[in-house]
């Protein structure tokens, strides 16, 4: 038995549970244990035991501990999924392991710079002070990642060709507080249509029901 360890919170952590659940993953063979970071959960001794950083997502498997979400997406297709996807051919693997890399080196930071705040009020008012205005959607440095995910879903209905992946799974999560922050669809309409795709998988659509659903705080 596996376990997985997220709070409905965290995009990180509800990448993981949309795959495990995509890929039909479900008790006993996956157990999933609330660890509410945000209310210092994820700094139990015991917790620190699996990740030390004391952040969610994190899996254990027998002697495995593994931490970082796009790991886990890897791990629980080639463990659980039979490699769905992911690849077995190298050139579409890679095409895949880089959108996992870029979302986690370009799109997760920039976005989290710019809407972080935002976000974080309106899930975790107690914590995030209110931010100064509202989002700014066209901020230096994420104008460009959003045009080129903009170019590249005109192409495509998903970022890794015809049929949704690992990279799809990974890029999603950050976009879960689009709606609530006004994020400007109409400008991006390619991007728009991949997003209702996405949510609209099985495994996504489990993360907006209880227990998964994010009880937004009213502004
Ligand atoms: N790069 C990590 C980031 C994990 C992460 O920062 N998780 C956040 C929730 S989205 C967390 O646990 N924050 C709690 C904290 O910083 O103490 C991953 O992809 O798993």
Redesign the pocket.
Same mark, same amino acid.
């Given at each position: 038995m596996a376990t997985l360890y997220a709070t409905s919170y +965290?995009?990180?952590?509800r990448k993981a549970v949309a795959l495990a659940h995509q890929l039909g993953l479900r008790p006993p063979q996956l157990e999933i244990v609330d660890v509410n970071?945000y209310a210092g959960e994820?700094q139990s001794p015991d917790y620190l035991e699996v990740n030390p950083f004391?952040?969610?997502?994190a899996l254990v498997d027998g002697e495995l501990m593994l931490?970082?979400?796009?790991a886990l997406l890897i791990y629980l297709s080639e463990a659980y999924g039979d490699d769905r996807y992911w690849s077995r051919d190298a050139k579409q693997r890679a095409d895949i392991a880089r959108w996992l890399f870029w979302e +986690?080196a370009h799109f997760q930071p920039t976005l989290t710079e710019v809407i972080g705040q935002h976000a974080g009020h309106i899930m975790v008012p107690a914590l995030v002070d209110p931010p100064k205005g509202p989002c700014d959607w066209d901020a230096r440095g994420l104008t460009p990642l959003l045009k080129h995910l903009e170019t590249r879903l005109a192409e495509r209905p998903y970022l890794a060709g015809a049929e949704p992946t690992l990279a799809d799974f990974s890029v999603i999560a950050m976009t879960i507080y689009f709606e609530r922050l006004d994020f400007p669809f109409a400008r991006y309409p390619s991007l728009g249509g991949w997003y209702r795709r996405v949510h609209a998988l099985d495994g996504w659509r489990h993360t907006n029901g209880q227990p998964w659903r994010v009880e937004l705080a009213e502004p």
């Open positions: +965290s995009s990180n952590a970071v994820g004391g952040r969610v997502p931490w970082e979400s796009n +986690s």
